[in-house]
């Protein structure tokens, strides 16, 4: 199975589907797990990691610059072997499986927590999958339409945190680096799985419409998941005390709380319900992306009975078992360290092994 090359997608639907990967799940409690790494200097440690990001989404690019009307998978298969090919795969099938299993507990907890409360959880499963379903099977091309009407419906949202700076004390943030630059650096570690997700540069590269751009394109994804990565963090940490927004799983949640309007009480209740929009930017591209991967491995060419299929799977195993905030963000940091290998190293050492390769026949 090839990707389908009629299905092109503009550079800013490119942007929003990488960045809605990023940005989908780790949005609301960023500010916590920076806090836990690195203290109040943590919106450092969002630029490290930003730049990180960039360098090896660019390595991605220039990967797929070997083979642009092809998926890493097609470029492996034919520079090592079909076995090669046939092993990412399946390594990549499992992690994007594993990012969009993530995705759904997450969504399914806080709506169950905040929206739904006596609503069994496969039952909130189910209604996440219908339009997930409906998404998925019309291909990349209504997933990145799809990601850009979220993001032009939803672009608003982080200016609403404009109104708790009116109590924030600015005084949290300092001083700078109080603990030194050792905390920065070591806090990468805690908020990895908020900066993964640009492995879709591997597979929507053949889908891309103007490829030109492609640099472009992961560079302003990145830069979109850090601006409003930096801004929440900044808001949480002038809003709450250091030890403080150590106590919330989530805290820009019960920092909306402050917020009253005359109609409304519970602020915070219709922002989550608005908020699984953005949810639905993770699971829904990175479905797509578990499915295409078996498609490609058993060499369909239709993705939709592997998407029946992964939705019965889902359905079925959260009836028997469903886990908890804490289980969830402990599959959380499995998912941070294994993407760091597969989007982080992957793509940056198969270009030095493919340039390698050149060089040495060349010479030859």
């Known amino acids: 199975m090839t990707a389908n090359k009629s299905a092109n997608i503009t550079t800013l639907q490119f942007a929003c589907l990488i960045s809605g990967l990023q940005i989908g799940i780790a949005y609301l409690s960023l500010p916590r797990l920076v806090a836990e790494g690195s203290g109040t200097d943590g919106w450092m440690t969002i630029l490290i990691m930003w730049l990180l990001s960039v360098m090896a989404s660019i390595a991605a690019v220039r990967l797929m610059r070997r083979m642009p009307e092809g998926t890493v998978l097609d470029l492996i298969s034919m520079r090592i072997g079909k076995w090669a090919g046939r092993t990412a795969a399946v390594l990549f099938g499992l992690y994007f499986a594993g990012m969009a299993y993530d995705g759904f507990v997450r969504t399914t907890n806080i709506t169950r927590s905040w929206l739904l409360p006596q609503t069994k959880s496969f039952v909130i499963l189910i209604l996440l999958l219908i339009p997930a379903y409906a998404i998925v099977k019309g291909g990349p091309l209504l997933a990145g339409r799809y990601a850009e009407f979220i993001f032009l419906l939803t672009c608003w949202a982080p200016l609403i945190f404009i109104y708790p700076l009116k109590e924030a004390n600015w005084l949290n943030l300092l001083p700078i680096l109080k603990e030194g630059i050792v905390p920065v650096l ?89 908020y699984l929009f953005i949810y639905s930017l993770t699971w829904i591209p990175s479905t797509y992306l578990t499915v295409f991967c078996s498609s490609w491995l058993l060499g369909a060419g239709s993705t939709r009975r592997h998407l029946q299929l992964f939705c019965l799977l889902l359905v079925g195993s959260s009836f028997f078992y469903f886990p908890s905030f804490i289980q969830n963000e402990r599959l959380e940091e499995a998912l941070g360290e294994i993407g760091a290998v597969m989007e982080y190293l992957f793509p940056t050492v198969l270009l030095l092994l493919f340039w390698a390769q050149d060089k040495l026949k060349r010479r030859a």
């Open 186 to 274: 070591t806090g990468v570690k805690s908020i990895l799985f908020s900066f993964i997700g640009f492995a879709a540069t591997l597979f929507l590269y053949p889908n891309l419409k103007y490829k030109q751009y492609a640099v472009r394109g992961v560079v302003l994804a990145n830069s979109m998941t850090a601006t409003l990565y930096v801004w929440i963090t900044i808001v949480c940490f002038a809003y709450f005390s250091p030890d403080e927004i150590l106590e919330f799983t989530q805290p820009v949640i019960p920092m909306l709380k402050m917020i009253e309007f005359r109609v409304l009480e519970r602020i915070e209740v219709p922002f989550v319900a608005f």
